[in-house]
């Protein structure tokens, strides 16, 4: 099933500014389109050298893409492109990221790495055998996310505002991200429903999210009923478990947003 088969968006015309992050696109980000885009399509770069052109970065460590996504989502205007490459660069290790990984047997957990200075959320989504989320939108901010470790299936419906009550919702795209697959998805590409569907395997993802955001929209996948998720939280914080309510089950219960 390929873009031009369901007639989807392709990046650049779905992008949709923020308030702190201003995405701009070029014009071969039409094939980076949501949940579609390989991790090799994507080139790496760094800041701007002394030329005023990006000079190319094969790989980053753990550390070098924390940094240099810090310092990229700093800036007024911030291409998609750019940072999809930033997040693609880096070549998951699980040594890396372990001290962020938890899990919780009701539900997946959201885990936060970097709160980047109120511009964006950076955290670790930590999957257990056979968890999912909801089908949701994005609260009209920008997400991207990279698999770190096992296999995520991602089933994209339409756009929040096509969402109809009373109608079955079904994926126009579905399709299984490996380890080190990176994508990009906004309100104006789709909604998503995001699976662990593995019954003998964990799986790890990085997520971004610009602005960050502390709720979201859930749609019923058979009525169309869309509700408002609660207030989002934190299973844990750098690295920490903090989350009382969530341990005792109260907040895994609400916790149908990714």
Known sequence: MTDHDQGSPSMSTAMEATPTMQMQTKP?????????????????????????????????????????????????????????????????????????????????TRNLVDSGNGKYNLMLLCWDMGQASSIHDHAGSHCFMKILDGNLVEELFG???????????????????????????????????????????????????????????????RTGTKSTSGCISFYSEYGEVCCDDWKSGVAAKSADYC
């Open 159 to 221: 756009p929040p505002h096509d969402l109809k009550e009373g109608e079955t919702l079904s994926p126009l795209v579905e399709a299984a991200h490996d380890r080190d697959g990176v994508l990009y998805i906004s309100d104006k590409i789709g909604t998503h429903r995001v699976s662990n569907t593995s019954h003998s395997r964990r799986a790890v993802s990085l997520h971004l999210y610009s602005p960050p955001y502390s709720e979201c929209h859930c749609f019923d996948e």
């Open 28 to 108: 071969c980000a039409q094939d980076m389109r949501a949940s579609m885009m390989k991790p090799s399509q994507a080139t790496s770069s760094s800041p701007s050298s002394s030329s005023g052109a990006r000079v190319e970065k094969e790989s980053r460590t753990w550390d070098e893409m924390l940094q240099d996504l810090r310092t990229a989502l700093d800036e007024d205007s911030v291409s998609v492109e750019h940072i999809h490459s930033i997040l693609n660069s880096y070549k998951s290790r699980t040594e890396d990221w372990k001290q962020f990984a938890h899990f919780d047997d009701h539900c997946y």
